[in-house]
């Protein structure tokens, strides 16, 4: 799901031709971005590149597009982390009970 997502971000930013010109000029320049982006290295960078002086629908084009991949793939990952530290309490809870019906405190 992820991959699918992170690839149609990749390449509707090549539809849009006037978003971010040096940051999304090819697709492997548009998902380092997009990575860098989802690790917030740079966001304060990537939004004061988007001029307010273009066609308006271009502005807010790529302000709904640039929220919403963050909002989206923060969401994911947070998510796929929290799953992760609840699967490895539960497995370590199992084998904890299980070990210790096996060896009995005396």
């Not at 320049?29 to 290295?41: H, I, Q, R, T, W």
């Not at 001029?51 to 629908?57: H, N, V």
């Amino acid at each position: 799901m992820d991959i699918i997502l992170l690839t149609s971000y990749t390449s509707s930013n090549n539809v849009e031709c006037d978003i971010l010109r040096l940051q999304f000029s090819t697709v492997m320049k548009a998902s380092e971005c997009l990575f860098s982006l989802v690790n917030g290295d740079d966001m304060y960078v990537t939004f004061s590149i988007i001029s307010e002086d273009g066609p308006m629908a271009i502005y807010v084009f790529s302000r709904v597009y640039l929220y919403t991949f963050i909002s989206l793939f923060i969401y994911f990952i947070l998510n796929i982390f929290v799953s992760l530290i609840i699967t490895t309490f539960e497995t370590i809870k199992v084998t904890f009970v299980a070990s210790s019906t096996s060896f009995p405190v005396e």
